[in-house]
Protein backbone atom coordinates (compact mmCIF):
# COMPACT_ATOMS: atom_id res chain seq x y z
CA UNK A 1 0.00 0.00 0.00
CA UNK A 2 0.70 3.49 -0.81
CA UNK A 3 2.13 5.52 2.61
CA UNK A 4 1.92 8.93 2.64
CA UNK A 5 3.47 11.02 5.79
CA UNK A 6 2.51 14.52 6.53
CA UNK A 7 4.07 17.09 8.75
CA UNK A 8 1.48 19.67 7.97
CA UNK A 9 -1.57 20.07 10.28
CA UNK A 10 -3.67 18.24 7.34
CA UNK A 11 -6.45 15.76 8.33
CA UNK A 12 -6.36 12.38 7.62
CA UNK A 13 -9.36 12.65 4.87
CA UNK A 14 -7.26 15.62 3.37
CA UNK A 15 -4.25 13.59 2.50
CA UNK A 16 -6.41 11.24 1.19
CA UNK A 17 -7.64 13.81 -0.89
CA UNK A 18 -4.58 14.63 -2.07
CA UNK A 19 -3.51 10.81 -3.42
CA UNK A 20 -7.18 10.90 -5.17
CA UNK A 21 -8.34 7.23 -5.99
CA UNK A 22 -5.19 5.54 -4.89
CA UNK A 23 -5.56 3.71 -1.53
CA UNK A 24 -3.13 5.10 0.87
CA UNK A 25 -1.74 4.83 4.00
CA UNK A 26 -1.77 8.07 6.05
CA UNK A 27 0.60 8.62 8.52
CA UNK A 28 -0.16 12.10 10.70
CA UNK A 29 2.56 13.61 13.04
CA UNK A 30 1.43 15.50 15.98
CA UNK A 31 1.51 19.23 16.69
CA UNK A 32 4.42 20.39 18.00
CA UNK A 33 6.15 17.84 15.83
CA UNK A 34 7.93 15.41 18.01
CA UNK A 35 11.77 14.08 16.41
CA UNK A 36 10.88 10.85 17.32
CA UNK A 37 7.30 10.98 16.23
CA UNK A 38 8.85 12.15 12.61
CA UNK A 39 11.52 9.89 12.26
CA UNK A 40 8.58 6.80 12.83
CA UNK A 41 6.67 8.51 10.38
CA UNK A 42 8.76 8.91 7.28
CA UNK A 43 10.70 5.64 7.31
CA UNK A 44 8.64 3.56 3.92
CA UNK A 45 7.04 6.88 3.27
CA UNK A 46 6.06 7.24 -0.75
CA UNK A 47 5.11 10.53 -0.24
CA UNK A 48 6.47 13.06 2.33
CA UNK A 49 3.86 16.25 2.66
CA UNK A 50 6.49 18.72 4.35
CA UNK A 51 6.67 21.05 7.18
CA UNK A 52 3.90 24.03 6.03
CA UNK A 53 4.61 25.83 9.51
CA UNK A 54 8.22 25.10 9.70
CA UNK A 55 8.44 23.60 12.98
CA UNK A 56 10.59 20.45 12.10
CA UNK A 57 13.27 21.07 9.43
CA UNK A 58 13.97 17.33 7.30
CA UNK A 59 18.01 16.88 7.70
CA UNK A 60 20.06 14.94 6.30
CA UNK A 61 20.01 12.10 9.29
CA UNK A 62 16.18 12.19 9.11
CA UNK A 63 16.37 11.70 5.47
CA UNK A 64 18.57 9.12 5.85
CA UNK A 65 16.01 7.09 7.35
CA UNK A 66 13.11 6.83 4.44
CA UNK A 67 14.13 4.35 1.67
CA UNK A 68 13.17 5.48 -1.76
CA UNK A 69 10.73 8.11 -1.57
CA UNK A 70 9.34 9.10 -4.44
CA UNK A 71 8.37 12.93 -3.83
CA UNK A 72 8.67 15.64 -0.47
CA UNK A 73 5.99 17.78 -1.17
CA UNK A 74 6.42 21.32 0.68
CA UNK A 75 2.89 23.10 0.81
CA UNK A 76 4.70 26.71 0.48
CA UNK A 77 6.65 28.48 -1.52
CA UNK A 78 9.91 28.19 0.80
CA UNK A 79 11.91 25.00 0.95
CA UNK A 80 14.50 25.88 3.68
CA UNK A 81 12.92 23.63 6.17
CA UNK A 82 14.07 20.95 4.44
CA UNK A 83 17.65 19.90 3.39
CA UNK A 84 16.88 19.66 -0.01
CA UNK A 85 20.79 19.12 -1.35
CA UNK A 86 20.45 15.71 0.84
CA UNK A 87 17.58 14.45 -0.55
CA UNK A 88 19.20 14.54 -3.70
CA UNK A 89 22.08 12.55 -2.36
CA UNK A 90 19.48 9.99 -1.60
CA UNK A 91 17.37 10.04 -5.00
CA UNK A 92 14.28 11.64 -3.71
CA UNK A 93 13.12 14.91 -5.53
CA UNK A 94 11.67 18.02 -3.06
CA UNK A 95 9.41 20.06 -4.85
CA UNK A 96 7.52 23.28 -3.38
CA UNK A 97 4.43 24.88 -4.33
CA UNK A 98 5.89 27.34 -6.54
CA UNK A 99 3.72 30.44 -7.69
CA UNK A 100 0.43 29.58 -5.75
CA UNK A 101 0.58 32.69 -3.81
CA UNK A 102 2.37 35.24 -6.18
CA UNK A 103 -0.42 37.41 -6.66
CA UNK A 104 -1.27 37.79 -3.19
CA UNK A 105 1.96 38.46 -2.29
CA UNK A 106 2.56 40.94 -5.15
CA UNK A 107 -0.51 42.36 -3.78
CA UNK A 108 0.75 42.80 0.02
CA UNK A 109 4.01 44.38 -1.73
CA UNK A 110 2.53 47.27 -3.23
CA UNK A 111 -0.05 47.62 -0.28
CA UNK A 112 3.08 48.34 1.58
CA UNK A 113 5.17 50.32 -0.99
CA UNK A 114 2.00 53.17 -1.37
CA UNK A 115 1.37 52.79 2.25
CA UNK A 116 5.07 53.91 3.24
CA UNK A 117 5.04 56.63 0.35
CA UNK A 118 1.74 57.72 1.49
CA UNK A 119 2.35 57.57 5.25
CA UNK A 120 -0.88 55.56 5.32
CA UNK A 121 -0.62 53.56 8.54
CA UNK A 122 0.85 56.63 10.73
CA UNK A 123 -2.04 59.09 9.43
CA UNK A 124 -4.62 56.29 10.26
CA UNK A 125 -3.07 56.02 14.01
CA UNK A 126 -3.62 60.22 13.92
CA UNK A 127 -7.43 59.53 12.79
CA UNK A 128 -8.35 57.05 15.12
CA UNK A 129 -6.74 59.08 17.60
CA UNK A 130 -9.14 62.12 17.20
CA UNK A 131 -6.55 64.19 15.53
CA UNK A 132 -7.46 66.20 12.08
CA UNK A 133 -3.77 67.06 11.13
CA UNK A 134 -3.30 67.88 7.51
CA UNK A 135 0.19 69.28 8.16
CA UNK A 136 2.35 67.93 5.02
CA UNK A 137 4.65 65.15 5.66
CA UNK A 138 6.97 63.62 3.30
CA UNK A 139 4.82 61.54 0.55
CA UNK A 140 5.68 60.59 -3.25
CA UNK A 141 3.85 59.38 -6.18
CA UNK A 142 4.32 55.88 -7.06
CA UNK A 143 4.87 56.54 -10.79
CA UNK A 144 7.76 59.54 -9.70
CA UNK A 145 9.96 56.51 -7.89
CA UNK A 146 12.52 53.68 -8.87
CA UNK A 147 12.21 50.57 -7.53
CA UNK A 148 14.25 47.70 -7.65
CA UNK A 149 13.10 43.76 -7.56
CA UNK A 150 15.78 41.58 -6.01
CA UNK A 151 15.04 38.31 -7.59
CA UNK A 152 12.69 37.59 -10.90
CA UNK A 153 11.13 34.63 -10.48
CA UNK A 154 6.81 34.11 -10.38
CA UNK A 155 6.58 36.79 -7.78
CA UNK A 156 9.30 39.22 -8.83
CA UNK A 157 7.45 39.27 -11.66
CA UNK A 158 4.29 39.86 -10.52
CA UNK A 159 5.30 42.87 -8.65
CA UNK A 160 6.92 44.08 -11.81
CA UNK A 161 3.90 43.75 -13.93
CA UNK A 162 1.96 45.66 -11.17
CA UNK A 163 4.38 48.32 -10.84
CA UNK A 164 4.30 48.90 -14.88
CA UNK A 165 0.62 49.77 -14.37
CA UNK A 166 1.68 52.88 -11.70
CA UNK A 167 4.83 53.87 -14.06
CA UNK A 168 7.34 53.24 -11.98
CA UNK A 169 10.99 52.90 -13.38
CA UNK A 170 11.39 49.09 -12.16
CA UNK A 171 14.75 47.48 -12.03
CA UNK A 172 15.56 43.85 -11.49
CA UNK A 173 18.51 41.53 -10.42
CA UNK A 174 18.37 37.77 -10.80
CA UNK A 175 21.93 35.88 -11.06
CA UNK A 176 20.13 33.24 -12.89
CA UNK A 177 17.03 33.99 -14.57
CA UNK A 178 17.57 34.93 -18.17
CA UNK A 179 13.92 35.55 -19.59
CA UNK A 180 13.91 39.77 -19.77
CA UNK A 181 11.58 41.10 -17.34
CA UNK A 182 8.63 43.37 -19.21
CA UNK A 183 9.13 46.85 -18.59
CA UNK A 184 12.45 46.59 -16.18
CA UNK A 185 15.87 47.08 -16.58
CA UNK A 186 18.40 44.14 -15.38
CA UNK A 187 21.02 45.42 -13.77
CA UNK A 188 23.92 44.71 -11.13
CA UNK A 189 22.96 44.36 -7.66
CA UNK A 190 25.71 47.66 -6.75
CA UNK A 191 23.86 49.54 -9.05
CA UNK A 192 19.95 47.88 -8.12
CA UNK A 193 20.99 49.17 -4.70
CA UNK A 194 22.05 52.20 -5.57
CA UNK A 195 20.08 53.54 -7.68
CA UNK A 196 16.57 53.09 -6.53
CA UNK A 197 14.14 54.77 -3.84
CA UNK A 198 12.29 51.22 -3.04
CA UNK A 199 14.39 47.82 -3.13
CA UNK A 200 11.83 44.80 -2.94
CA UNK A 201 13.40 41.19 -1.70
CA UNK A 202 12.15 38.24 -3.30
CA UNK A 203 14.47 35.34 -2.69
CA UNK A 204 14.83 32.29 -1.19
CA UNK A 205 16.58 31.67 1.80
CA UNK A 206 19.99 29.66 1.13
CA UNK A 207 23.82 30.15 2.41
CA UNK A 208 23.96 32.55 -0.32
CA UNK A 209 21.58 34.64 0.51
CA UNK A 210 21.47 34.67 4.50
CA UNK A 211 21.75 38.87 5.00
CA UNK A 212 22.00 39.43 1.40
CA UNK A 213 20.32 43.20 2.44
CA UNK A 214 23.42 43.98 4.96
CA UNK A 215 24.47 47.27 6.45
CA UNK A 216 26.97 47.79 3.67
CA UNK A 217 23.94 47.59 1.40
CA UNK A 218 21.82 49.47 3.22
CA UNK A 219 24.37 52.44 3.21
CA UNK A 220 24.39 52.20 -0.88
CA UNK A 221 21.01 53.87 -0.81
CA UNK A 222 20.10 57.17 -1.49
CA UNK A 223 18.93 58.70 1.83
CA UNK A 224 15.07 58.28 2.67
CA UNK A 225 15.14 55.21 0.83
CA UNK A 226 12.49 51.92 1.41
CA UNK A 227 12.96 48.30 1.97
CA UNK A 228 10.48 46.12 1.65
CA UNK A 229 10.73 42.38 2.74
CA UNK A 230 7.87 39.46 2.42
CA UNK A 231 10.19 36.62 1.13
CA UNK A 232 12.63 35.34 4.18
CA UNK A 233 13.06 37.26 7.30
CA UNK A 234 17.15 36.34 7.45
CA UNK A 235 17.28 37.80 3.89
CA UNK A 236 17.81 41.20 5.92
CA UNK A 237 20.48 42.03 8.68
CA UNK A 238 17.60 43.03 11.12
CA UNK A 239 20.02 44.95 13.39
CA UNK A 240 21.85 46.72 10.19
CA UNK A 241 18.19 47.61 9.04
CA UNK A 242 17.18 48.98 12.67
CA UNK A 243 20.04 50.93 12.56
CA UNK A 244 19.92 52.54 9.68
CA UNK A 245 16.19 53.69 10.07
CA UNK A 246 16.88 55.06 13.55
CA UNK A 247 19.82 56.96 12.29
CA UNK A 248 17.43 58.69 9.48
CA UNK A 249 19.37 56.84 6.49
CA UNK A 250 16.27 54.68 5.85
CA UNK A 251 12.99 56.31 5.56
CA UNK A 252 11.22 53.58 6.64
CA UNK A 253 10.68 49.45 6.13
CA UNK A 254 7.45 47.09 5.09
CA UNK A 255 8.01 43.53 6.72
CA UNK A 256 6.18 40.63 7.02
CA UNK A 257 8.44 38.27 7.59
CA UNK A 258 11.43 38.16 10.00
CA UNK A 259 14.78 36.63 11.71
CA UNK A 260 12.69 35.23 14.72
CA UNK A 261 9.07 33.75 14.36
CA UNK A 262 6.33 35.30 15.86
CA UNK A 263 8.51 38.91 16.30
CA UNK A 264 9.26 39.01 19.93
CA UNK A 265 7.32 41.75 21.81
CA UNK A 266 10.03 43.83 22.47
CA UNK A 267 11.71 44.18 18.72
CA UNK A 268 12.58 47.90 17.77
CA UNK A 269 10.30 47.20 14.88
CA UNK A 270 7.39 47.45 16.57
CA UNK A 271 7.72 50.64 17.67
CA UNK A 272 9.57 52.62 15.09
CA UNK A 273 6.99 54.79 13.38
CA UNK A 274 8.24 54.60 10.19
CA UNK A 275 8.56 50.63 9.88
CA UNK A 276 4.96 48.74 8.77
CA UNK A 277 4.93 45.33 9.88
CA UNK A 278 2.78 42.45 9.12
CA UNK A 279 2.44 38.61 10.99
CA UNK A 280 3.90 37.02 7.80
CA UNK A 281 0.46 36.61 5.95
CA UNK A 282 1.40 38.53 2.73
CA UNK A 283 0.58 35.07 0.82
CA UNK A 284 -2.27 34.01 2.73
CA UNK A 285 -5.37 34.89 0.45
CA UNK A 286 -8.61 32.95 -0.21
CA UNK A 287 -7.71 32.57 -3.75
CA UNK A 288 -3.79 31.56 -2.63
CA UNK A 289 -5.10 28.95 -0.34
CA UNK A 290 -7.28 27.39 -3.06
CA UNK A 291 -4.38 27.27 -5.81
CA UNK A 292 -2.17 25.58 -2.60
CA UNK A 293 -4.62 22.91 -2.54
CA UNK A 294 -4.85 22.33 -6.04
CA UNK A 295 -0.88 22.43 -6.42
CA UNK A 296 -0.22 20.00 -4.03
CA UNK A 297 -2.80 17.34 -5.19
CA UNK A 298 -1.82 17.51 -8.37
CA UNK A 299 1.71 16.95 -7.58
CA UNK A 300 0.86 14.10 -5.41
CA UNK A 301 -1.49 12.56 -7.42
CA UNK A 302 1.13 12.77 -10.64
CA UNK A 303 3.80 10.80 -8.90
CA UNK A 304 1.41 8.30 -7.60
CA UNK A 305 0.17 7.90 -11.07
CA UNK A 306 4.14 7.47 -12.51
CA UNK A 307 4.92 10.79 -13.72
CA UNK A 308 7.71 13.04 -12.95
CA UNK A 309 6.84 16.10 -10.14
CA UNK A 310 6.71 19.59 -10.51
CA UNK A 311 7.95 22.55 -9.26
CA UNK A 312 11.27 20.57 -8.32
CA UNK A 313 13.47 22.66 -6.33
CA UNK A 314 16.73 20.34 -6.20
CA UNK A 315 16.54 18.86 -10.13
CA UNK A 316 20.11 19.82 -10.50
CA UNK A 317 21.34 18.14 -7.81
CA UNK A 318 19.91 14.81 -8.99
CA UNK A 319 20.62 15.00 -11.90
CA UNK A 320 24.23 15.97 -11.26
CA UNK A 321 23.89 12.55 -8.90
CA UNK A 322 22.08 10.70 -11.62
CA UNK A 323 24.06 11.78 -14.76
CA UNK A 324 27.29 13.26 -13.63
CA UNK A 325 26.50 16.73 -15.07
CA UNK A 326 26.36 19.56 -13.07
CA UNK A 327 24.44 22.94 -13.11
CA UNK A 328 23.77 26.42 -11.24
CA UNK A 329 20.44 26.84 -12.72
CA UNK A 330 18.61 25.53 -8.78
CA UNK A 331 20.49 28.99 -7.40
CA UNK A 332 17.98 31.28 -8.52
CA UNK A 333 16.88 33.93 -6.45
CA UNK A 334 13.58 33.18 -8.09
CA UNK A 335 10.37 32.14 -6.21
Known amino acids: ?3 ITSLSPYSEEQVKRFAGTVDVEVRLVPDPPDPSAVRAAIVGADVIIGDIRAKHRLG ?16 AVGFDSIDADAAAEFGIPVANAGGYNSDSVADWV ?18 HAGEWSRQFERAHELSAVTVGIV ?8 VARRLNGFGSTVLY ?7 ALPGAASVSLD ?8 VTVHAPLAAGTWHLVNAERLAQL ?10 RGPLVDEAALIEALRSGHLGGAALDVFETEPLPAGSPLRSLDNVFVTPHIAGDSIES ?18 QPPEHVVNRTQLNTRTEGRSSDATRTLAN
Request: glycine share 8%; charged share 20%; with cysteine.
Open 1 to 3: MTV
Open 60 to 75: RDELALVGPCRLIQQP
Open 110 to 127: LMAILNLLRNGSARDRSM
Open 151 to 158: GAGNIGRA
Open 173 to 179: YDPVVSA
Open 191 to 198: ELFSRSDV
Open 222 to 231: RPGSLIVNAS
Open 289 to 306: RLRLIDVVTDNIQRVLAG
